[in-house]
């Protein structure tokens, strides 16, 4: 398996531009994740899916970001519009079942520069 | 609120050594515990699972400890090597649904 596929690996937006980033999760993993990484707040969860249905966002910042999973193979977090303070890097994370003993695998991340 | 303390300095030792790293938690009562390693320009790597009702748990050279009552999980590396050098951190979970919690992490530096 090829792992959790993210891309682009990096996007560099002008501030107020759509920005969407994309997942491929492991086939046969229903749970799917949404974290942003930076050096001051670390690693914060935006929104996880179970089977394709979103059960917590209640880490998404604000009504600029929206997350859908159309499919079992396939998700995408977006941003509109883009602002500077949305600068990071997006971590997509699955796992086989959540609340249980399975870690999660993640992918390499999407570095997002908005200026 | 909650909140997951690891030692926010970078720990350097020298190879061969044990390294310990630290993490502390309040205002949360985690149904299990997890560590992970992150490299640089990476996504972090899942490592080992340690649950409550458990108070130790190896994997070759790694060894988890958890202390539900002190609120503490140790993480130790034996015989450490300069690839072991990375950023690792412990994520908590279990009652909040499938929320995954991390802390800030430590910087692990292994000098030959």
């Known amino acids: 398996d090829a792992g959790v596929i993210q891309s682009p690996r990096h996007e560099v937006t002008e501030m107020g531009q759509e920005v969407t980033l994309r997942c491929k999760p492991i086939?046969?993993?229903?749970?799917l994740f949404w974290y942003r990484q930076t050096m001051m707040r670390g690693l914060e969860l935006l929104i996880y899916f179970n089977n394709n249905v979103p059960i917590d966002d209640s880490g998404m910042p604000e009504d600029r970001f929206s997350a859908k999973m159309p499919n079992a193979s396939f998700s995408t977090l977006k941003i509109q519009p883009s602002e500077p303070r949305d600068s990071a890097v997006y971590f997509c994370a699955s796992s086989f079942r959540t609340g249980t003993n399975y870690g999660y695998t993640f992918g390499s991340g999407t570095r997002l520069t908005v200026v | 609120s909650q909140k997951i303390e690891q030692n926010s300095e970078a720990l350097n030792i020298q190879e061969g050594k044990t390294a310990t790293l630290t993490c502390n938690y309040t205002n949360y009562s985690p149904a299990y515990l997890q560590w992970y390693r992150q490299d640089p320009g990476r996504g972090p790597v899942f490592l080992l699972l340690i649950r409550e009702n458990e108070k130790e748990k190896r994997k070759e050279r790694l060894k988890v400890t958890f202390d539900t009552t002190l609120k503490q999980s140790l993480f130790h590396i034996t015989a450490s090597q300069p690839a072991d050098s990375a950023t690792y951190l412990c994520a908590l979970g279990g009652n909040q649904g499938g929320k995954l919690i991390f802390g800030q992490g430590t910087e692990l530096s292994v000098k030959p």
């Open positions: 086939s046969g993993h229903n749970s």
